[in-house]
């Protein structure tokens, strides 16, 4: 295990497009545009949390600030590529729209973006949780997004694209990502566990992959808890034990009992379940997992 405070999340951020999981329409399409010098002025990034909408933004602005990219990646040798990684250029400026809601945030974002890069080609402004933002101060970014400065590249990035105005959505281009499948969470799991010289157990692996529901970055921090919890080696039996879910054996006796009409045995399992702390949450979600109706 690293010994390294770092999140495995953060460690193991997307350095390049290819390095990006389960959002390939979505690269292809930007990897296409970025290589053809198809800018656009201003993007929107939608879709479940931890699915990438960050790690894409900062993956465009390293790009097209690179001063080598090959095949619309970024070469992360140059000076702007480390800065982008190290998460200390000037460059990108990255805003919580729910911190910033307000008009008055608005107006300073529109004067500060008058103002050109002291270095590199491009400033990007990534716009988190951008449907936070209130009407007054959508509308006050309306013209800035039509007409930014030739050197300014807007990507606001939402989990709620229903909320945002349809004029901000005419202005931009929209990228949809999509949840991730458990296959491939599961083997990004696997990899960055043995990268960080740890031994997972596949059966561990995939419970923390359900349990992201679709998120790598839940994933990762799951894998992240399940290190502290358990240490170099991670079974099954720990994973669950750290989730509160349990035994799907158990799970699939109680469907059996149920089916059976077999009170006494469903009110005994259900107590002895209850004892060991396992949340309702968890115990339904597990039932969805083995199959019942």
Known sequence: MSSSSQSLYRKWRSQTFGDLVGQEPVIRTLKNALSSGKLAHAYLFTGPRGTGKTSTARLLAKTINCSAPVNGEPCNVCEQCREITAGNSFNVIEIDAASNRGIDSVRDLREKVMMPPSTGKYKVYVLDEAHMLT??????LLKTLEEPPPYVVFVLATT????????VLSRCQRFDFKRITTRQIVEHVEY????????????????????AAGGMRDA???????????????????????????????????????SELDSAAVLHLIHELSGLELTCVNSTSRLENTGAR
């Open 220 to 258: 990762l921090s799951l894998l992240d808890q399940a290190i502290a919890y358990s240490g170099n080696e991670i079974m099954l039996a720990q994973v669950q034990a750290m989730l509160g879910v349990a035994d799907p054996r158990a799970i699939q006796k109680l469907i059996m009992h149920v």
């Open 160 to 167: 709620d694209v229903h909320k945002m105005l349809p004029t």
């Open 192 to 211: 960055v566990a043995g990268q960080e010289d740890v031994r997972i157990e596949r059966s561990a692996a995939e419970l923390i992959a359900r349990a």
């Open 135 to 140: 009407t007054e101060a959508f509308n006050a």
